[in-house]
């Protein structure tokens, strides 16, 4: 379990197919601090330390996490938003995050509005019910707040804002149109939807 606060942005340093995708993330953690088998939400996804070095440590991606998750993450010289997982007594600064990606959206429109930039996303019209104006949402590992909803026929665009912060401490500062991130919704909006929609069956 994770908050949307990153706390690193890690850099792929190799990524070398096997049975799985094996990937090299370097990091500025203290990996004396990180044992093998923790887990570390990397750009929104939940993985499993498999190997570490001083400065760097090993996680294995399935095709299955492949296939749900932006792919750009998964290359070479790719960066990603690190978050270490939640203990108790930590302070929760974010929302509760699960590491479990609900889709993969597109960025459509990035603006700067004062001294923040407005960025609009396009996301699959399933998850509709779950993304509310003033609700919790996670891009790439980040907890973020939506701002605004418009419904389309067959998707729907929301927008956050992304303050100088953020954008100096994660990867979404680099973000431009056309670019796919990693969606998770609110853990309670995705059960609150899930038990209204068998409740209709």
């Not at 890690?10 to 990996?31: C, F, K, N, W």
């Not at 004396?32 to 991606?61: E, H, M, N, P, R």
């Not at 960025?107 to 004062?114: F, H």
């Not at 707040?145 to 953020?166: C, G, K, L, M, Y």
């Amino acid at each position: 379990m994770f908050t949307g606060i990153v706390t690193d942005v890690g850099t792929v340093r190799s990524a070398e197919q096997r049975g799985d995708l094996r990937l090299l993330i370097g990091t500025s953690y203290d990996l004396g601090t990180v044992d093998l088998g923790a887990s570390i939400s990397c750009s929104g996804v939940c993985l499993t330390v498999v190997d570490k070095g001083d400065d760097w440590f090993a996680v294995d991606v399935s095709g299955e996490t492949i296939s749900k998750t932006a792919a750009d993450h998964w290359r070479e010289g790719a960066k990603l938003n690190l978050e270490r997982a939640l203990r108790l007594g930590d302070e929760l600064g974010g929302h509760i995050v699960t590491g479990h990606v609900d889709a993969v959206a597109e960025v459509v429109e990035t603006a700067l509005e004062g001294d923040s930039t407005r960025i609009r996303v396009r996301t699959p019209e399933a998850l509709a019910p779950m993304i509310a104006p003033k609700g919790s949402i996670t891009l790439d590992g980040v907890s973020l707040t939506v701002n605004a909803v418009d419904d389309a026929r067959d998707s729907i665009v929301f927008a956050v804002n992304i303050i100088p912060h953020t954008a100096q401490h994660t990867t979404l500062g680099e973000l431009r149109p056309g670019r796919q991130v990693n969606v998770e919704v609110d853990v309670l909006a995705r059960y609150i939807g899930r038990m209204l929609a068998a409740r209709a069956h």
